[in-house]
């Protein structure tokens, strides 16, 4: 539906309507925040919004958020080299004219946040007209009540805010997701004809993507280099710990999707982190066990290899 250069692609109702709000968005000059689960697409959209504004030719540049605090001091404000003296400009100067993305502004360190919304507020004093958007997969209202995020840097944002609906509550949308990553892959690497198998396309439709987008398409492009003659089935699924979630489940006369206990452990610690923001004490109490249990469970997920696991915090 969408410009397939952003991976915008699907027909879920509430997609689009975050779409269409992110359209009308880029006209102005608002502040913008954009909400959602890890590989939602949220830097996607904040792409989107930039190049569907009249910004469009000037410079985009994203802030890596959850970088130390000097790291992100020196992205957004420039540095010196200690060595030659020779400057470099930061994000918000050198995108004059342009747009800033904020990715997972939560990470921020809290001693720079306050002094970063004094200097957002003060660009036009330095005749700096940059657009900034933010993302972040928190609940900034809590981490604020916690007083682990500024409430004047929220504050900030509250004009415009657009949240993206995981894709597992999308349906259809990751068959739409998954064709268009297999022509994409196509194209980049010179195959002709490469398709996916119905009953492979089904596997993906009904399996849960903990990390969204992103980690479909990460996916598909691997199980894309083994496609036999043209063609991406079930045995293309080989490559991956999504292997044996995709390939054992089943489902039942009432509609439950049947998997291992264990697989099934693991889903629901994760679906538990991810209800409460990663906040391990809310996580333990809503699985009835205790934080320590939930602790030795993610640091045996992490040693698994498990990605959701290894990237929490």
Same mark, same amino acid.
């Given at each position: 539906?969408?410009?397939?250069?952003?991976?915008?692609?699907?027909?879920?109702?509430?997609?689009?309507?975050?779409?269409?709000?992110?359209?009308?968005?880029?006209?102005?000059?608002?502040?913008?925040?954009?909400?959602?689960?890890?590989?939602?697409?949220?830097? =996607?959209?904040?792409? %989107?919004?930039?190049?569907?504004?009249?910004?469009?030719?000037?410079?985009?540049?994203?802030?890596?958020?959850?970088?130390? /605090?000097?790291?992100?001091?020196?992205?957004?404000?420039?540095?010196?080299?200690?060595?030659?003296?020779?400057?470099? +400009?930061?994000?918000?100067?050198?995108?004059?004219?342009?747009?800033?993305?904020?990715?997972?502004?939560?990470?921020?360190?809290?001693?720079?946040?306050?002094?970063? %919304?004094?200097? #957002?507020?003060?660009?036009?004093?330095?005749?700096?007209?940059?657009?900034?958007?933010?993302? =972040? /997969? +928190?609940? #900034?209202?809590?981490?604020?009540?916690?007083? +682990?995020?500024?409430?004047?840097?929220?504050? %900030?944002?509250?004009?415009?805010?657009?949240?993206?609906?995981?894709?597992?509550?999308?349906? =259809?949308?990751?068959?739409?997701?998954?064709?268009?990553?297999?022509?994409?892959?196509?194209? =980049?690497?010179?195959?002709?004809?490469?398709?996916?198998?119905?009953?492979?396309?089904?596997?993906?439709?009904?399996?849960?993507?903990?990390?969204?987008?992103?980690?479909?398409? /990460?996916?598909?492009?691997?199980?894309?280099?083994?496609?036999?003659?043209?063609?991406?089935?079930?045995?293309?699924?080989?490559?991956?710990?999504?292997?044996?979630? #995709?390939?054992?489940?089943?489902?039942?006369?009432?509609?439950?999707?049947?998997?291992? #206990?264990?697989?099934?452990? +693991?889903?629901?610690?994760?679906?538990?982190?991810?209800?409460? /923001?990663?906040?391990?004490?809310?996580?333990?109490?809503?699985?009835?066990?205790?934080?320590?249990?939930?602790?030795?469970?993610?640091?045996?997920?992490?040693?698994?290899?498990?990605?959701?696991?290894?990237?929490?915090?």
């Amino acid at each position: 539906m969408f410009t397939a250069g952003f991976d915008l692609i699907g027909s879920f109702p509430k997609f689009r309507k975050s779409v269409e709000t992110a359209q009308n968005m880029a006209v102005t000059k608002t502040p913008v925040l954009i909400t959602g689960e890890a590989g939602s697409g949220k830097k =996607t959209l904040g792409f %989107y919004i930039h190049k569907e504004s009249a910004r469009k030719n000037a410079l985009c540049s994203v802030v890596d958020c959850s970088l130390g /605090s000097q790291a992100v001091e020196r992205q957004v404000l420039g540095f010196r080299d200690d060595a030659t003296g020779r400057f470099t +400009k930061g994000a918000l100067e050198e995108c004059n004219g342009g747009t800033v993305i904020f990715a997972d502004i939560d990470l921020i360190d809290e001693s720079f946040q306050k002094r970063i %919304y004094t200097i #957002l507020q003060e660009l036009p004093d330095y005749e700096l007209d940059v657009r900034v958007i933010a993302t =972040t /997969s +928190k609940n #900034l209202s809590k981490l604020v009540a916690a007083g +682990k995020f500024s409430r004047t840097l929220l504050t %900030y944002f509250s004009g415009a805010q657009i949240n993206l609906v995981p894709l597992r509550e999308r349906g =259809t949308d990751v068959e739409d997701l998954a064709k268009h990553f297999v022509q994409n892959y196509a194209y =980049t690497n010179g195959v002709e004809n490469l398709t996916i198998a119905p009953e492979a396309l089904q596997k993906l439709v009904e399996s849960n993507w903990s990390q969204n987008v992103s980690e479909l398409k /990460s996916f598909v492009n691997n199980a894309a280099k083994n496609a036999t003659e043209g063609i991406i089935d079930l045995a293309a699924f080989n490559h991956s710990e999504k292997k044996s979630e #995709l390939i054992s489940l089943e489902t039942d006369e009432e509609g439950f999707k049947l998997m291992s #206990l264990r697989d099934a452990e +693991k889903l629901l610690i994760r679906k538990a982190l991810v209800y409460t /923001s990663e906040n391990r004490t809310q996580a333990a109490k809503i699985l009835g066990v205790s934080i320590r249990t939930l602790r030795n469970k993610i640091n045996e997920y992490r040693t698994e290899g498990s990605q959701y696991f290894v990237n929490l915090r």
